[in-house]
């Protein structure tokens, strides 16, 4: 039996990380984890430790930076040569050393901020489906799937604020959605899904955590063994749709 290949973007910390862990597990799978600086992350030099280079390959990819993108998907390529699953875990929320906090109303809005907020959630996984679908059109089942976030649907925002995240996620899906139509024209196994994982502590996830209501805040560890159980059940007519943790779909 051949080994599946998976790829997983932003596998240095939190749920990329934890969803590495989580499929070196299978013993027929081989991984490539990216990170802007993968050898920087202690976590996941030690899972290559453990593993070995041969089922756990650490290649440098910042998803907003495209030729960085490109980069790495030529050394997959030349390494691989396909990939079976491919999961891209970018995703801005705050960030204190650019002073970018989402917006509780109109005023806090920051054309800079909406453009890094809109870079990495929604542009750098459109290119990761762009440079990388190539290798997941090889006949046999293939799954795209991009961490998106239940506030990017549209008929669910009933409390406002938040217009980057909002916005760049609700494009995010719009992407998926659109990058899905077109590649089941000629792709027939090839499946392209959206995932909301629900909260996760996180470092996106920490400034917000005080007021959930008990046991609703998950592991890394529990969100990913989720989500691998949402991929593992996927269908052909499931592509272009965005699901939730436990599988339910999530309205535009």
């Not at 453990?50 to 050394?75: H, K, M, N, Q």
């Not at 209501?213 to 998950?218: F, S, V």
């Amino acid at each position: 039996m051949t080994d599946k290949q998976i790829l997983i973007q932003g596998a240095g910390r939190g749920l990329g990380l934890a969803l590495a862990r989580r499929v070196l597990t299978d013993a027929t799978t081989r991984v490539t984890a990216t990170a802007r600086d993968p050898e920087a992350s202690e976590a996941l030099v030690g899972l290559r430790d453990e593993y070995g280079t041969d089922r756990l390959e650490l290649v440098a990819l910042d998803i907003t930076d495209e030729s960085s993108i490109a980069t790495a998907r030529a050394s997959v390529g030349e390494r691989h040569g396909r990939l079976d699953l491919m999961i891209t875990c970018a995703g801005l929320l705050h960030d204190d050393a650019r002073d970018l906090w989402p917006e509780k109303k109109l005023s806090d809005l920051n054309p800079g901020h909406l453009a890094t907020s809109f870079s990495v959630n929604a542009i750098g996984p459109v290119l990761m489906i762009k440079h990388f679908h190539d290798l997941m059109t090889h006949g046999d089942r293939a799954v795209i799937a991009s961490i998106s976030a239940r506030v990017g649907s549209i008929s669910d925002n009933g409390y406002g604020g938040w217009y980057g995240y909002r916005a760049s996620k609700a494009a995010q899906n719009q992407f998926t959605r659109t990058a899905a139509i077109e590649l089941s024209r000629r792709a027939k196994q090839v499946i392209c899904v959206g995932l909301h994982p629900g909260t996760v502590d996180t470092g996106l996830s920490a400034p917000f955590q005080k007021r959930l209501p008990e046991g609703q805040l998950q592991t890394p560890d529990q969100a990913a063994s989720h989500l691998l159980g949402v991929i593992a059940q996927l269908r052909i007519e499931d592509t272009g749709q965005l699901f939730d943790w436990a599988g339910k779909p999530i309205a535009p």
